[in-house]
């Protein structure tokens, strides 16, 4: 079987954790969370970098220190994961749905303003496939109206708006270190932070509301309980094995690109068969091959498609059943605007394997057995 996914693994981790071992050191906030929050905010341009147990809790500190309350509205797109939604309904918010762009699957930024009510607070862009929204446009109605500005940008490390770091050009960006994104921890993700004015807020809620960074820094002579918090911090067991692959970045996501370049050069002739549809890269942004996917002219095909995959021996796999239409979705937003193609578009797409090391050998069965798949069908799109 070829699976969709294997987990990132470079093979320089367990030396890592063995220092962390050795240091007598595994809670949080030793020296490889801090390599790690460095290395990010080198690489990206951020003022802060904070690792945090998941891409979920990152997005539920920024969700804090937006001080977003009860009715206050957010809008984001409806096909994402739920965490990008979840994270300020636990804060009493409505979330506001638009609909997406077809062509990248992000949220169509011209429909935006016009979900803009009194109560809007902030607007969350998610970075579908680590490819960017259209930031300049986002940011420019985020000044205009006075709203925040947090990105999803769990799928999109390594990843470049015009030349920005995606995570990096909101007020706050999350990433996610799960298993299933191209750096990983397990389990994991981090906020970034733009404005130095929310940094000592935002150490405290990751700390159970105390100010225990500034104790461990000779800042204050004792540590208590000072606001709001939770505990968002993760093990530097974790944080070591991250960092193993963000020392490797470069070379990981090299590898990951060759094998989507490798989809897209041999898939290519299909779409101009116009029988399937592959990923639009927009010109000002630079990706990370987070994802390839292809999309299938409607959900009848693509679920023959998966089963002929699976048939021969390769894991496919769809997701977001688009937000506004799940049951926590209905109690909790609302869709402005027509769904014209939020709905469509995710019944369509699907994802090949992809994940640092795949080999060419599989990547050649797969692209074949799409070809075969698509022999006696008509092009219909
Ligand atoms: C993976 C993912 C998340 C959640 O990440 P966790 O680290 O598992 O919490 C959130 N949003 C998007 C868009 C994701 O792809």
Known sequence: MISFNVPPYYGNEEIYIHEVIQNHKICGDGQFTKR???????????????????????????????????????????????????????????????????????????????????????????????????????????????????????????????????????????????????YSMGEGGALLIQNQDYVERAEILREKGTNRSQFWRGQVDKYTWVDLGSSFLPSELNAAYLFGQLSKADEINENRLKSWNFYYEKLYPLYEQRKIQIPFIPKDCVHNAHMFYIKTSDITERDALIRYMKEHEIETVFHYIPLHSAKAGLRFGRFNGD???????????????????????????????????YKNRNPIL
């Open 36 to 182: 790690c929050n460095n290395w990010i905010e080198e690489k990206t341009g951020t003022s802060k970098a904070l690792l945090t147990t998941s891409c979920t809790s990152a997005l539920e500190m920024a969700a804090l220190l937006c001080d977003i309350k009860p009715e206050d509205e957010v809008i984001m797109s409806s096909y994402t994961f739920v965490s990008t939604a979840n994270a300020f309904v636990l804060r009493g918010a409505k979330i506001v749905f638009v609909d997406i762009r077809p062509d990248t699957m992000n949220i169509n930024e011209k429909l935006i303003e016009n979900a803009i009510t009194a109560k809007t607070r902030a607007i969350v862009p998610m970075h579908y496939a680590g490819i960017s929204c259209e930031m300049d446009v986002i940011l420019d109605i985020a000044k205009r109206y006075h709203l925040l500005v947090v990105e999803d940008a769990a799928q999109g490390v390594m990843s470049t708006y015009q030349g920005k770091a995606l995570g990096a050009m909101g007020d706050f960006g999350c990433y996610s270190f799960h298993e299933t994104k191209n």
């Open 339 to 373: 769904d014209v193609y939020t709905t469509k578009e995710s019944e369509r797409l699907l994802r090949l394997p992809l994940y640092y090391g795949l080999q060419s050998e599989d990547i050649n069965k797969v692209v074949e057995s799409i070809w075969q798949f």
